[in-house]
């Protein structure tokens, strides 16, 4: 049997149910966690990646600033650049042959121009020019024209004051920083020689279809022609009379 309840004690009420449209505990917790963001793809360092616009010049910038520097091409040709530009000072207060005042005019625009093409990564946008070339034979090009400029200086003149002397050894000194750099652009060229037979296709291969057109349309087949009407049996001929004969 089981024991009685005590007298004067009251049964629990059971309890409330939920009011209509109220969310469970569950869904509550879930309504106050934020949604999920879309996250931004990663980009690699060393790598172009999906930059795009002013993040991918950026990029650009960086990394041709980096590799101009840390080579030690943008030593070189500032170093070079110093040396004419001083020479130039020194040779405007002398009479010189114009060809001297030429060729180091000519060589402060060009050094100048790769200097602002590297440092603000031109060269990254116009592609179809090979320039790590066209520097190396500009130093090529460059460490002549100075050299030739000396022997030029020292010829032409049979005494030298102090401010001509200084001008030619730094002419001489420009000419070596331009070598310097040759050497330099080849240790840049190391370890990038084209394979052979890289273009030559392999072995027993045919030429397959031309690419970009699809396959050949299917010829529909043609209808076939109705069957031709019967002629008619000719008559026979009589028979001829025999000679001779009426």
Same mark, same amino acid.
């Given at each position: 049997m089981a024991p009685k309840a005590?007298?004067?004690?009251k049964p629990e009420p059971a309890p409330a149910p939920p009011p209509p449209g109220a969310k469970p505990e569950e869904d509550k917790k879930d309504d106050k966690e934020p949604s999920d963001k879309p996250q931004k793809a990663v980009q690699?360092?060393?790598e172009v990646g999906t930059r795009k616009g002013c993040r991918l010049y950026r990029w650009e910038l960086k990394d041709s600033n980096k590799e101009f520097w840390l080579l030690g091409h943008a030593e070189m040709?500032?170093?070079s650049l110093g040396c004419l530009i001083a020479a130039m000072i020194l040779l405007s207060s002398l009479t010189v042959h114009p060809i001297l005042r030429l060729i180091i005019?000519?060589?402060?625009?060009i050094f100048s121009f790769f200097i602002l093409l590297y440092s603000f990564a031109i060269h990254r946008y116009i592609p179809f020019i090979l320039w790590p070339i066209s520097d190396l034979f500009n130093d090529l090009f460059a460490c002549g024209f100075l050299v030739g400029a000396v022997v030029f200086?020292?010829?032409?003149?049979?005494?030298m004051n102090l401010h001509y002397l200084l001008a030619v050894i730094l002419i001489g000194v420009a000419g070596v920083f331009a070598f310097i750099d040759v050497c330099l652009q080849r240790n840049h060229f190391k370890g990038k020689r084209v394979k052979k037979h890289m273009l030559v296709p392999?072995?027993?291969k045919e030429k397959g279809p031309q690419q970009g057109k699809g396959p050949e349309p299917t010829k529909s087949p043609e209808p076939a022609k109705p069957p031709? !009407? @019967?002629k008619p049996p000719e !008559? @026979?001929?009589?028979p001829e009379p025999a000679k001779g004969k009426k």
């Open positions: 005590a007298k004067g004690a690699p360092k060393h040709k500032i170093l005019t000519m060589e402060i625009s200086a020292v010829r032409s003149r049979r005494s392999p072995p027993g031709e !009407p @019967a !008559p @026979a001929k009589p």
